[in-house]
């Protein structure tokens, strides 16, 4: 991604005593529905909990996160577009629901950029390939090599666009084949996968950490176009032996419905922003090992059209087809 997103922190962030809409209104009135499209206990799920407690001390009125995970995030997206553009309800949207459904949903029923207000960037994030520990490899030429000899025979599990994207664009690049297998979220694939009923799983960094130093799954390569800090003994795919790998991140970002007045884009976004850069939310960050990337409203828009281009190259190197 060759734009850098960033934002430096306003020399005041005046957020509940005066925002107030043109037709007089203050703004928050009431509490905040944030619609999450993630399983809860999920990466992104445990993000906004936190980033919704501190930006409701921000605001003077608390967030409160709804569920809605399944369908690729299409529920959610369906109600948050539905809702009265008031700043009232926001959605907490990332590559699938904002960027990848584009491509994979046929007569997708709702326009990420036609029908959302940008509000803030969240997060950008790698994904780490990932094994059950008792198959009997430890490299991703391994793999591989294990895959081309059992076409159809190893399964993986599915919890967002980001897994299905990135197993995708490997079987096209190498040649092997696999089975898809289709969960709410990423937890319960993770689950399935230390439960060795799932070969491989194409995961968040947070999610897998914990079971790797367990020794319950094995790392094979990272999504990332450089090693990840957090994990430096790991390769990239082009670095373990696939040339050509696409490097796939997952973002994360805070959307409201189209029309929204800017004086509630505004206070949400520096509420967030407060959240995201304060020492308690960096602190965060860095124990769910995530990177803190904030954005202007304008800035979002613009990297969301472009992950909207970058998604569509993706897929169609993949061979993926809509659904």
């Known amino acids: 991604m060759k734009r850098r997103y960033f934002l430096s922190l306003p020399a005041a962030l005046l957020i509940s005593a005066g925002n107030v809409h043109a037709q007089g209104e203050r703004f928050p009135s009431r509490p905040i529905q944030v619609i999450s499209t993630a399983s809860p ?7 906004l909990r936190f980033l919704a407690a501190e930006a409701g001390k921000a605001l003077g009125q608390p967030l409160v996160v709804v569920s809605k995970p399944s369908a690729a ?11 009265p553009p008031d700043g009232h309800t926001l959605i907490f949207g990332g590559n699938t629901v904002m960027a990848a459904n584009v491509h994979l949903i ?3 029923g709702y326009d990420p950029v036609r029908d959302f207000e940008a509000i803030t960037l969240v997060t950008t994030n790698p994904l780490v390939l990932v094994v059950r520990s008792s198959l009997p490899v430890k490299t991703l030429p391994e793999f591989i090599a294990y895959a081309k000899t059992r076409p159809g025979q190893l399964n993986y599990g599915v919890g967002n666009a980001g897994n299905k994207v990135a197993v995708g664009l490997l079987e096209s690049l190498t040649g092997i084949k696999t089975v898809e297998i289709g969960f709410k979220g990423a937890s319960d694939a993770m689950s399935e996968l230390i439960a060795e009923r799932l070969d491989f799983y ?3 960094p ?3 950490d ?3 130093k367990q020794g319950s799954i094995r790392a094979l390569a990272v999504t990332a176009p450089v090693r990840l800090p957090s994990m430096r003994a790991l390769p990239t795919m082009p670095e373990a032996g696939v040339p050509g790998y696409q490097a796939i991140t997952t973002f994360l970002g805070f959307y409201a419905p189209r029309g929204t007045p800017k004086t509630a884009i505004t206070a949400l976004h520096d509420a967030f922003v407060q959240a995201i850069t304060s020492p308690q939310g960096q602190e965060q960050f860095v124990k769910m090992g995530m990177v803190a990337k904030t954005s202007s409203p304008e800035e979002l ?12 190259q993706l897929v169609k190197v993949s061979g993926m087809q809509a659904q």
């Open 210 to 212: 914990p079971f790797l």
């Open 73 to 83: 995030g299409t529920i959610g997206a369906d109600q948050a577009k539905r809702a």
């Open 301 to 312: 828009a613009a990297f969301t059209r472009e992950q909207i281009a970058i998604w569509a």
């Open 206 to 208: 947070l999610i897998a």
């Open 202 to 204: 194409v995961s968040d």
């Open 106 to 108: 046929k007569n997708l």
């Open 41 to 47: 206990g999920s990466q992104s799920d445990t993000l």
